[in-house]
């Protein structure tokens, strides 16, 4: 179909209380996150893609239902949220797609989970693969991890 434009912008101001949000026009679309350190810069913009890519072609796509499922069920630990409507569920969805781009499955992952199992801090973990600390120790204290692990072998209940 051709190419969607996609700008990435840095305010150095608040955006909507969060640390990024995303424009989606019909010819191209800006995602506009906080003037932030590299780690967060990356997770914001990948949070916001996530978002632009379900507006634009999750109905095509039913597959990433699993993922999904993965990310209701962990929602309760997403605190502050107003868990019970649409916006909401996006976000979760969001939030978690993008940990899983982030820290995908493969020799990533494992390195990710080899450093937990030999007591390396978050910090440490978070540098190595430029993803928050904050993330980092999310992943692993929500219970996100096991989920993930999970739903990647399909036995999500």
Known sequence: EGRYPIRVEKSSRQVEAAHGTVWAYKDHARIIIAAENTCWTRMSVTKELAHLYIGLIADEYPEIDML????????????????????ANDEIFCFYLAIELLLPFGELRDELLEMNKRKATYLEMARRFMVPERIISH???????????????????
Request: proline share 0%.
């Open 139 to 157: 992943f692993f204290e929500s219970g996100w991890s096991e989920i993930s692990w999970q739903a990647r072998r399909g036995s999500l209940k």
């Open 68 to 87: 999904l499922l993965a990310a209701r069920t962990a929602r309760q630990n997403l605190r502050g949220l107003a868990l019970n409507d649409t916006i």
